[in-house]
T-cell receptor
Framework: GQQLNQSPQSMFIQEGEDVSMNCTSSSIFNTWLWYKQDPGEGPVLLIALYKAGELTSNGRLTAQFGITRKDSFLNISASIPSDVGIYFCAGTLRGAQKLVFGQGTRLTINP | GAVVSQHPSRVICKSGTSVKIECRSLDFQATTMFWYRQFPKQSLMLMATSNEGSKATYEQGVEKDKFLINHASLTLSTLTVTSAHPEDSSFYIC?????????FGSGTRLTVV
């Protein structure tokens, strides 16, 4: 099926560092969503993007909907221990309702 | 914000038995809900789209007779894993679409012994 290519697969950083991850596709997406999943829990929505070029912030998180509609990035500034988890990008294709997920980025923060 | 409640959070069942998982939208009506399966260290894989009052739409490779979906009301969808086997052990997650995005339940860890 349709896939989103999410990178990097994992990140090991020091507390206080900034983080950047992105998703790309060969297809055009209508929406881009970024989720965080903690172990044993469902994904929690962080940021939702609906327009090409849209740049949205949620606290220390910033995400952008790529101008070509085929990519998106998520930045986390000044990471803290509770940022640890798996981050997923997800999107909906034109005319479709179901979400397509990226492979996830596992973030580990070294004390 | 929108809340989706999923129960049970964990279930252990014997091989050959059936297990029902419930997904409820608590403060909004959801004409469409989605069921996902997630293996350890992998992404969410869509199993089926649940439509209120009509048959579910299953993704390719998902056995509709094994994974029965019922969406009888605007706030409740159920997934029944029939004749469960150890290979059905997984993390099952539901979600509902609403204004502003898709909200997920907290997941159900199914272990078939």
């Amino acid at each position: 099926g349709q896939q989103l290519n999410q990178s990097p697969q994992s990140m090991f950083i020091q507390e206080g560092e900034d983080v950047s991850m992105n998703c790309t596709s060969s297809s055009i997406f209508n929406t881009w969503l970024w989720y965080k999943q903690d172990p044993g829990e469902g994904p929690v929505l962080l940021i939702a993007l609906y327009k090409a070029g849209e740049l949205t912030s949620n606290g220390r998180l910033t995400a952008q909907f790529g101008i070509t509609r085929k990519d998106s990035f998520l930045n986390i500034s000044a990471s803290i221990p509770s940022d640890v988890g798996i981050y997923f990008c997800a999107g909906t294709l034109r005319g479709a309702q179901k979400l397509v997920f990226g492979q996830g980025t596992r973030l580990t923060i070294n004390p | 914000g929108a809340v989706v409640s999923q129960h049970p959070s964990r279930v252990i069942c014997k091989s050959g038995t059936s297990v029902k998982i419930e997904c409820r939208s608590l403060d909004f009506q959801a004409t469409t809900m989605f069921w996902y399966r997630q293996f350890p260290k992998q992404s969410l894989m869509l199993m089926a789209t649940s439509n209120e009052g009509s048959k579910a739409t299953y993704e390719q490779g998902v056995e509709k007779d094994k994974f029965l979906i019922n969406h009888a009301s605007l706030t409740l969808s159920t997934l029944t894993v029939t004749s469960a086997h150890p290979e059905d052990s997984s993390f099952y997650i539901c979600s509902a679409s609403e204004v502003g995005g898709y909200t997920f339940g907290s997941g159900t860890r199914l272990t078939v012994v």
